[in-house]
């Protein structure tokens, strides 16, 4: 395990959950809001199950801030690892913007059912993502 | 009351890149060009407002424009920079306290996507550092569900960037001049799914000054004016769903775009179907055909039909978009970028578009021009211009 990208991203733990707040109005959002806009919010530790709101692809890549793979010094381009990535509905919670993986782009649809993971991220850190039900069942078994 | 305003001059720095040539060098062209189409001088301009995303301050041009010790007001509003330089001059001179105007967008980018930096929009590092930081990503993960929702089809997205390279090869301003068949659009390498490479606008360079007049000052002229009969910018509402968002509400909410048409519709006192010509914000294939319906021109859904039937062609029978190539074929400078659409919207309603001229249709002459620009972190720009 690496370090966490941020350490407030997600709770410890084995069954860790993405924290998200709770404001005064009830509203969830994510993630938890920092500094003077965190007065009156409760910090919300979010549903580990949710259903695929949309997704798309990262075909090339990214230019700084990007630290994933190809943005090391003497990488490039060809050091790049496409990933995919989308918005997750969690139910009466939020929908959140996650990497998704364990997945083929082919087999994402509308609704699809996905649980909250922990990956690896690059040398130094992990981060957070989601990944479809059955393929976390079969990891399991 | 407010004065009636017009637009008495446009000029333009050709789109694409221009090696040795600086944004603001393009911008100070552009201005000449507006000057020269209006039969001003710079000392006649009264104030003025102006702007890029990344190429310097535009109240540095009175170094190269003269130092006439006008007011002149730098505009930094993201892609609605023009949008808003527009709104900016249209109420100087509708308040009653200038007759002339001037509105400036220039930009020079440099190659690839934009990189926004996750602070400057309020977001954590962890955004940007684990690649979410795109604006590419959000166009297509807000298409991707709006074609699930809606039954739009892959073949739709790639006739809209055939027909916006096929409007840019008729278009002297326009960066990218060769037809891009279809069969290439939809096989070239997939950028962000369902966007290809030929689907997305690229960060380019280029100027637009229009020069705006009261109407007592653009009769004294004798000049060429088209009026403006609208601008209305707005902000996100409530619970919408714009680029940069590390979370979105489960309520759904309002959409800028969808406010700014409403708004401009209201104060122009017409209705979608009056429009002859518009310009829509097509950064990507897919916003262009959720901006169809977002502007009021047609249901959601119903893009798919308008596309397959060639309705948004320049004589194509309903609604001719984006008739100089939009972003697509013209790259898109940020500050410039919205000025454009009005600078072609000009060009329309005056009849001096050349090959690409929209046509009057079933005798009704070319009256009404629409605009409409979109830019992070969620705001719209919309402006109805009227050939009287």
């Not at chain 1, 009466?92 to 083929?104: F, K, N, P």
């Not at chain 2, 684990?130 to 569900?145: D, W």
């Not at chain 2, 892959?154 to 002297?172: H, M, S």
Request: proline share 7%.
């Amino acid at each position: 395990m690496g370090e966490k990208i941020d350490p407030n991203l997600w709770s410890d733990g084995p069954q860790p959950q993405l924290m998200g707040g709770k404001l005064p109005s009830g509203q969830i959002v994510f993630p938890m809001p920092v500094g003077d806009a965190a007065q009156g919010v409760e910090p919300h530790k979010l549903s580990r199950r949710g259903t695929l709101w949309s997704w798309t692809s990262q075909g090339f890549l990214p230019k700084e801030p990007y630290e994933g793979p190809g943005s090391g010094p003497g990488e490039g381009p060809p050091d790049f690892q496409p990933f995919l990535i989308g918005y997750v509905e969690l139910p009466g919670e939020v929908i959140v913007e996650s990497r998704i993986v364990d997945a083929r782009l082919e087999d994402l649809h509308l609704g699809m059912e996905l649980e909250f993971c922990v990956v690896p991220f690059n040398a130094r850190y992990d981060t957070f993502a989601f990944r479809p039900v059955a393929a976390a069942e079969s990891q399991a078994a | 009351m407010s004065e009636n305003v017009y637009i008495i001059g446009a000029g333009i720095h050709p789109f694409g890149r221009t090696d040795g040539r600086s944004g603001r060098e393009q911008g100070v062209y552009a201005v000449r060009e507006a000057l020269g189409d209006a039969g001003l001088e710079w000392p006649d301009i009264e104030c003025a407002y102006g702007g890029s995303a990344a190429a310097g301050n535009a109240d540095i041009m009175v170094n190269e424009l003269g130092l006439t010790s006008l007011p002149f007001t730098n505009v930094a509003n993201g892609c609605a920079t023009g949008g808003s330089a527009l709104a900016a001059s249209q109420q100087a001179i509708a308040s009653g306290m200038y007759d002339l105007a001037l509105a400036v967008g220039f930009d020079k980018h440099p190659r690839g996507a934009f990189n926004a930096k996750p602070a400057d929009y309020g977001l954590p590092e962890w955004y940007g550092q684990t690649g979410m930081m795109l604006t590419t990503q959000f166009f297509a993960l807000k298409i991707q569900r709006y074609m699930q929702l809606h039954g739009i089809s892959r073949t739709t997205l790639g006739r809209v960037a055939e027909k916006a390279f096929r409007n840019g090869t008729i278009t002297p301003h326009a960066w990218r001049r060769s037809p891009v068949d279809l069969d290439t659009i939809m096989n070239a390498p997939m950028i962000n799914d369902p966007l290809t490479k030929y689907m997305f606008c690229s960060p380019a360079e280029g100027a637009v000054a229009l020069i705006l007049a009261s109407e007592k000052k653009m009769r004294e002229l004798g000049a060429d004016g088209v009026k403006i009969r609208a601008v209305s910018v707005k902000t996100r509402p409530p619970n919408s769903f714009e680029v940069f968002q590390a979370s979105i509400s489960i309520e759904e909410g309002g959409k800028p775009t969808v406010l700014a048409s409403k708004a401009a519709f209201e104060k122009a006192g017409i209705g979608p179907e009056d429009i002859s010509v518009a310009q829509l914000q097509d950064t990507e294939s897919g916003a262009e055909i959720m901006h169809m319906a977002e502007n009021g021109f047609c249901k959601d859904g119903e893009q798919e039909e308008w596309l397959a039937n060639g309705w948004t062609e320049i004589g194509g029978g309903k609604l001719p978009v984006n008739t100089d190539g939009g972003c697509l074929a013209c790259g898109e400078p940020i500050g410039a970028s919205g000025l454009r659409q009005v600078y072609e919207n000009v060009t329309q309603l005056r009849g001096r578009a050349g090959e690409r001229q929209v046509p009057e249709k079933n005798g009704r002459k070319v009256r009404f021009g629409y605009s409409h620009v979109y830019g992070a972190p969620g705001l719209s720009g919309v402006a109805i211009l009227e050939r009287e």
